[in-house]
C-alpha cells in the first residue's frame, strides 16, 4: 500500500505563488510516475503535470506550461508542483497520484492510469 501526502495549498492573493508537495511512503518510488491533476467545483478533473522519480522527465498539460513546474527532491522523498502567477481559475482542489510502474506507453495525462491518490489540497486564489 502506497500513501500519498499533499501539503502547501491554502488561501493567496493573485499573482503570488505557491509550492505544493507530495509525500509518497509505504514502498519504493523508484519505478513511480508521480502525478498532479486538479478539478475545481462543477468542472472536470484535469491533468496538471506529471514526472518520472527515476530520471526525471517531464510531462505537462498544454495549458500548464508556463506558470507551473513540477519537480522532485529524492532526499526528501518528495514530488513538488510550482505554481506562479495565480490566477482566480487556479482555485481547485490538487491532488497527487502515483503510478507504480511507470513505462515509456503509460498515458501520463489519464487519471485511470494511476494507481494510487493524495487527499488532496485545496488551492483557493483571491482578486
Known amino acids: 500500500q502506497v500513501q500519498l501526502v499533499e501539503s502547501g495549498g491554502g488561501l493567496v492573493q493573485a499573482g503570488g505563488s505557491l509550492r505544493l508537495s507530495c509525500a509518497p511512503s509505504g514502498r519504493t518510488t523508484s519505478s513511480f510516475l508521480m502525478g498532479w491533476f486538479r478539478q475545481a467545483p462543477g468542472k472536470e478533473r484535469e491533468f496538471v503535470a506529471a514526472?518520472?522519480?527515476?530520471?526525471?522527465?517531464?510531462y505537462y498539460a498544454d495549458s500548464m506550461k508556463g506558470r507551473f513546474t513540477i519537480s522532485k527532491d529524492i532526499a526528501r522523498n518528495v514530488v513538488n508542483l510550482q505554481i506562479n502567477s495565480l490566477k482566480p481559475e487556479d482555485t481547485a482542489v490538487y491532488s497527487c497520484?502515483?503510478?507504480?510502474?511507470?513505462?515509456?506507453?503509460?498515458?501520463?495525462?489519464?487519471?485511470?492510469?494511476?494507481?494510487?491518490w493524495g487527499q488532496g489540497t485545496q488551492v483557493t486564489v483571491s482578486s
Open positions: 514526472i518520472r522519480w527515476s530520471g526525471g522527465i517531464t
Open positions: 497520484a502515483a503510478k507504480t510502474q511507470y513505462s515509456s506507453s503509460s498515458k501520463y495525462y489519464n487519471a485511470n492510469e494511476y494507481d494510487y
